[in-house]
């Protein structure tokens, strides 16, 4: 810097002196997202992410991949199957009505889809309930499976793809205005096509409890239903291990654009939101959080 003006060579040392450093991994407690995405790699830093990344990789020649899914081939699960989702013990059901019938081409719904998140407040029809859930969730078809005897077993077919035909994931539904139906918290029945009760009034409240941030509470206020996709991923992850939870959160998404879908033909408004508490949603629902857990979240109401 011998040619440098004195006056460049005083600003050059203060900026120098005073540049940002990155503290090391092993000195920082408080740690931001963005501050374990710069870290990616780094020997002191853990990121469940990567690591759920790494484990649900698939190579060739893994065997015990292989065996695992295997074992869903032999007579005992085909028989399993064909059981799945019975709800025979569930009580108090509450029946459906017919659903109703969009009118509007395909291509139209793609390109009208948006999300929505201004409600009216008015009540939802029923039977446009009843059609965005059997079109998401219900069983549309079904598939005879032969077993070492010759005998058959009837599989239930529904209407998104599911990895292993294993179904993982579950609609759950907080009722907020929906015309014939009591406020409360009900899960869809695929196999019946019918509610099942899960909770009263109170448990809608404890749902909108559960949603982080006032905008994501608001929101719902004056909707019709708030939807929560709830998935049992050990379901999948018995056949298929960690990469079984790929499987479950792309069914969760397929079965969500479904909902998208259907409500714009039906004229309705939705918006998918994962704005809340884990812990806090898992207990509204009763659920343990490992073996059954919300993962997602969807609002549907008339359009404003």
Same mark, same amino acid.
């Given at each position: 810097?011998?040619?440098?003006p004195?006056?460049?060579?005083?600003a050059? *040392?203060?900026?120098?002196?005073?540049r !940002? =450093? *990155?503290?090391?991994?092993?000195?920082?407690?408080?740690?931001?997202?963005?501050?374990?995405?710069?870290?990616?790699g780094?020997?002191?830093l *853990?990121?469940?992410a990567?690591?759920? $990344? $790494?484990?649900s990789?698939?190579? @060739?020649?893994?065997?015990e991949?292989n065996?695992?899914v295997?074992d869903? +081939?032999?007579?005992?699960?085909i028989?399993?199957?064909?059981?799945?989702? %019975?709800d025979?013990l569930?009580?108090?059901?509450?029946?459906?009505p017919?659903?109703?019938?969009?009118?509007?081409?395909l291509?139209?719904?793609?390109? %009208? @889809?948006r999300?929505? @998140?201004?409600?009216?407040?008015? !009540?939802?029809?029923?039977?446009?309930? !009843?059609?965005?859930? @059997?079109?998401a969730?219900g069983?549309?078809?079904?598939?005879e499976?032969?077993r070492?005897?010759?005998d058959?077993v009837?599989?239930n077919l529904?209407?998104?793809?599911s990895g292993g035909?294993l179904?993982?994931?579950?609609? +759950?539904?907080?009722?907020l205005?929906?015309?014939? $139906?009591d406020r409360?918290?009900? %899960?869809?029945?695929?196999?019946l096509?019918?509610?099942?009760?899960v909770?009263?009034? %109170?448990g809608?409240?404890?749902?909108? *409890?559960a949603?982080?941030?006032?905008l994501?509470?608001e929101?719902?206020?004056?909707?019709?239903?708030?939807?929560?996709?709830?998935?049992?991923p050990?379901?999948?992850?018995?056949?298929?291990?960690?990469r079984?939870?790929?499987?479950t959160l =792309?069914?969760?998404g397929?079965?969500?654009?479904q909902?998208?879908?259907?409500?714009?033909?039906?004229?309705?408004?939705?918006?998918?939101?994962?704005?809340?508490y884990?812990?806090?949603?898992?207990?509204?629902?009763?659920?343990d959080?490992?073996?059954?857990? !919300?993962?997602?979240?969807m609002?549907?109401g008339?359009?404003a």
């Open positions: 810097m011998g040619d440098v004195g006056g460049l060579k005083k050059s *040392s203060a900026i120098t002196s005073y !940002a =450093q *990155s503290p090391g991994t092993e000195g920082v407690g408080f740690r931001t997202h963005q501050f374990r995405c710069d870290n990616t780094g020997d002191c *853990s990121s469940p990567v690591d759920f $990344l $790494l484990a990789r698939i190579g @060739r020649g893994d065997m991949f065996v695992s295997g869903y +081939f032999v007579d005992p699960m028989v399993t199957y064909g059981e799945m989702d %019975r025979s569930a009580s108090d059901t509450v029946e459906l017919k659903s109703s019938k969009l009118r509007t081409p291509e139209q719904v793609i390109a %009208r @889809r999300s929505g @998140r201004n409600y009216t407040g008015e !009540a939802l029809d029923l039977r446009d309930v !009843a059609t965005f859930l @059997r079109g969730a069983v549309t078809g079904h598939m499976v032969p070492a005897s010759g058959m009837r599989y529904r209407a998104v793809p035909g179904y993982p994931v579950s609609v +759950f539904m907080a009722v205005r929906v015309g014939g $139906l409360g918290v009900y %899960r869809y029945a695929p196999l096509d019918r509610l099942v009760p909770a009263g009034e %109170r809608c409240q404890d749902v909108r *409890s949603l982080a941030g006032d994501a509470a929101q719902s206020d004056a909707a019709g239903v708030h939807l929560v996709f709830v998935i049992s050990w379901r999948s992850m018995r056949k298929y291990g960690p079984g939870l790929r499987f =792309q069914e969760v397929a079965i969500a654009q909902i998208n879908l259907i409500c714009t033909g039906l004229g309705l408004a939705s918006v998918e939101s994962s704005s809340f884990e812990d806090e949603l898992n207990q509204a629902l009763n659920l959080g490992t073996f059954e857990t !919300a993962t997602h979240t609002t549907v008339v359009e």
